[in-house]
C-alpha cells in the first residue's frame, strides 16, 4: 500500500492527528523526540544460569522450578523467574520464498518487509578471542591451527565468526568469509607476551605477576625471601647487603605487579567488548576464549563478576580453552632460565604450581557463570576447541530478588541444589556483587528494551506492526524506508488533568547480512490526548515513519515498541533485498 505522502520530517502521524515537533505550539496532546540508540545495562533481578548434566555429560532438558532449590550466602531464596533455553536449534530449513508479514500490497517502486525467520539471516554468532598477552608461540599455534579447522568445517550456512585478540593487535569482525578469517589468524603472534616473559626473566631478581602480587597485596614474606635470596645471588651481594637485596625485590615486585595489572585490565576490557559486541548480534552468541590464563587480582574480581553479569543478561555463553593443554601440576623453573637461583628452584616451582591453577580461575569461572565449557589438561585442541564453541543444547536461567539485599556491594556466594539429585551434575555461577545503589526504573526499562532489540524472538504484548519501502534515485542512492502501525486502543491509558496519558518508546534498527548492527533510530511519542480525540482516532491508530540511507544488500529490520505505562512490548524482525 501506498502510505500518504503528509509524513512530515518529525516523521509522526495520527492518520489525522498532527504530530507536531517539539518546538511546534500544537504539542499539547502528541509530542514526538528522537534520540540516537544507546544502551546502558543496570541490575534489577539477579540470574542465575544453570546447565544440568546427566553421568554422560548431556545436557538435561526436562527439569521444573519446582526441582530447583537456590541460596544465596547459605539462605533458601524464592525463585521468582525461571525458564529453559535450547540454545542448540534444529537444522536450518530449506530458505523459503520471502512471505509478507502484514500481507499489504507491493509497492511499484519498493519490496514489502518479510520474516525474517526462516529468510537466510545468520542466528549464529561465534567469537574467538585469542589471548595474545599471555599465550606462547607454540600455544598460538596448536590452537590457532585447531580454530581454524572448527571455522572451516562449519557446515551451519548462517554461522557467522568473528576474531579477537587481547592485545587488539589483530582483529576481523563478524563475516562468512573464510579467507578473511585465514588471513587474520595467520597475524596473530605472541611478540607482546613474549617480551613480557623475558622481561620477568631478565629482572633482579626474576619475578612473575604472581610473586609480585604476593609481595606487595598479600604480604607474603615466603615469597619475598626467594626474592631476597635471587636478588642477592643476581646482584652479587654479600649477607651484609641483605637491605638492598629487599629495596631490589619490593621494586621487582611493584614493577611485575604493574606491568601484569596493566595485561589483565587490558585482557578484562576487551571481554567486556567482545560481549558488548555479540550483545548486538541477532541470534545464539557464542565467546570462545583461548587463553593460558591469568591473574586476576583480588581488587578486579568485581570487574569479572559484572563481566559475567553482562553476558549472562546479552545471552552471551562463554567458553574457555586452556591453551596449555596437557601441563605439568608440578612445574619447576627451568634451570636453562636466566638469573635462576637453584637454592630456590624448589621453593618457586611451588609457587608456579599455585600461579598455574590460578590463573586457570579467571576462565573456569566465566565458562561456569554463563553455562559454556572450559575444557582444559588435554592436548586434543580440536576437541577443545569444538566443545568450548558449542553452547549447551539446554540452559536453565534462574532469576530471584535477594531478601533483604544491603546495597553494600558486598560479595554474596550463591548454591544451587537440585531436590532429587538423580546423580546429576550442576554447573553455576559461583556468586554475585551486590549494587551500591537501588534499581533505576529508567535504566531498567531502557535494558528491557535493549535485550529485546538485539534479540531474534517476537513479542506482541502491545499491537504494533512494522512494514517497509525502498526508493531508489536516479543517482543510485537508496532510501530504506520504515514504517511502525501501533493500535492505541490496546494502550493502557493513564487519565490525567483529564488527558489519557502514555509515552511510546520506539527502536528501529537495521542489520546487515552478517548480522552486524549498522544504525538505529530511537523515538519517544509522549501521547496526552483529550477524550474525543482518542475516540475519534482509535480505529486509525499511530504510524511512526523512520528513513535511512542504505546501500544495496539484504537488511534485517528489528523493531521494539514499548509504553510506559502498562510496560508492554511489541518486538518484530523483517527482512528486506535491495538488488
Known amino acids: 500500500m501506498k502510505y500518504p505522502r503528509c509524513f512530515l520530517s518529525i516523521s509522526v502521524l495520527c492518520a489525522g492527528i498532527f504530530v507536531a515537533s517539539p518546538a511546534s505550539p500544537q504539542t499539547a496532546e502528541i509530542t514526538s523526540k528522537e534520540a540516537p540508540v544507546t544502551f546502558k545495562s543496570g541490575v534489577n533481578l539477579v540470574p542465575v544460569p544453570v546447565v544440568v548434566r546427566d553421568n554422560k555429560g548431556h545436557a538435561v532438558g526436562n527439569l521444573g522450578v519446582e526441582d530447583f532449590q537456590l541460596f544465596d550466602n547459605g539462605k533458601p531464596q524464592m525463585i521468582s523467574k525461571f525458564s529453559l533455553e535450547k540454545l542448540v536449534k534444529d537444522a536450518a530449513a530449506p530458505v523459503a520464498a520471502p512471505v509478507s508479514r502484514a500481507a499489504p500490497a507491493p509497492v511499484s517502486d519498493g519490496q514489502i518487509l518479510v520474516d525474517a525467520k526462516s529468510n537466510g539471516i545468520p542466528d549464529r554468532f561465534i567469537a574467538y578471542l585469542f589471548d595474545d598477552l599471555h599465550m606462547s608461540a607454540a600455544e598460538l599455534t596448536y590452537t590457532r591451527d585447531a580454530a581454524q579447522r572448527q571455522m572451516d568445517s562449519s557446515t551451519h550456512a548462517l554461522e557467522r565468526a568473528a576474531i579477537y585478540t587481547t592485545s587488539g593487535r589483530q582483529m576481523q569482525e ?49 615469597a619475598l625471601n626467594i626474592a631476597v635470596a635471587d636478588a642477592m645471588r643476581c646482584a652479587n651481594l654479600t649477607p651484609e647487603q641483605r637491605p638492598e637485596a629487599v629495596t631490589l625485590s619490593q621494586q621487582a615486585a611493584r614493577q611485575a605487579s604493574l606491568n601484569g595489572d596493566k595485561d589483565t585490565e587490558t585482557s578484562l576490557d576487551t571481554l567486556r567488548n567482545v560481549v558488548a559486541k555479540l550483545a548486538s548480534m541477532p541470534g545464539q552468541r557464542t565467546l570462545v576464549m583461548i587463553s593460558p590464563g591469568f591473574l586476576v587480582t583480588d581488587d578486579k574480581h568485581e570487574e569479572q563478576t559484572a563481566l559475567i553479569e553482562r553476558a549472562i ?257 511489541s518486538a518484530q524482525s523483517g527482512l528486506v533485498d535491495i538488488p
Open 174 to 222: 563478524f563475516t562468512g568469509d573464510k579467507e578473511k578469517l585465514h588471513a587474520t589468524l595467520a597475524a596473530i603472534n605472541t611478540a607482546r607476551a613474549s617480551a613480557t616473559k623475558s622481561l620477568q626473566q631478565n629482572s633482579c631478581p626474576p619475578m612473575t605477576y604472581y610473586m609480585g602480587d604476593q609481595i606487595v597485596n598479600k604480604n607474603d614474606a615466603q
Open 313 to 569: 543478561r546479552a545471552n552471551v555463553v562463554i567458553g574457555a580453552l586452556d591453551a596449555r593443554g596437557l601441563y605439568s601440576q608440578t612445574t619447576i623453573a627451568d634451570a636453562s632460565e636466566p638469573n635462576v637461583n637453584p637454592a630456590t628452584v624448589v621453593q618457586k616451582g611451588q609457587f608456579s604450581t599455585t600461579e598455574a591453577t590460578v590463573q586457570a580461575d579467571v576462565m573456569a569461572t566465566l565458562a561456569e557463570g554463563t553455562g559454556g565449557a572450559f575444557y582444559h589438561g588435554t592436548n586434543d585442541y580440536d576437541e577443545g576447541i569444538a566443545r568450548t564453541a558449542a553452547a549447551p543444547e539446554y540452559l536453565y536461567v534462574l532469576g530471584f530478588s535477594p531478601q533483604d539485599l544491603k546495597l553494600d556491594g558486598k560479595y554474596h556466594s550463591l548454591k544451587v541444589t537440585l531436590r532429587s539429585a538423580k546423580g546429576l551434575e550442576l554447573q553455576v555461577r559461583k556468586g554475585y556483587y551486590a549494587p551500591r545503589y537501588g534499581p533505576d526504573p529508567a535504566e531498567q526499562a531502557k535494558q528491557q528494551i535493549e535485550e529485546s532489540f538485539f534479540s531474534h524472538d517476537d513479542v506482541s504484548d502491545l499491537p504494533a506492526i512494522l512494514q517497509t519501502q525502498y526508493f531508489k534515485a536516479d543517482n543510485g542512492d537508496v532510501t530504506l524506508s520504515t514504517v511502525a502501525k501501533i493500535d492505541i486502543r490496546k494502550l493502557p491509558f493513564r487519565k490525567d488533568a483529564g488527558r489519557n496519558r502514555d509515552d511510546l518508546t520506539v527502536v528501529t534498527g537495521l542489520f546487515d547480512n552478517d548480522g552486524n548492527f549498522v544504525t538505529g533510530v530511537q523515538k519517544i511519542i509522549q501521547m496526552r490526548l483529550l477524550d474525543e480525540t482518542l475516540e475519534k482516532h482509535a480505529d486509525s491508530g499511530i504510524a511512526l515513519k523512520n528513513s535511512f540511507a542504505v546501500h544495496t544488500g539484504r537488511y534485517m529490520i528489528r523493531m521494539v515498541v514499548r509504553d510506559s505505562e502498562g510496560e508492554l512490548m
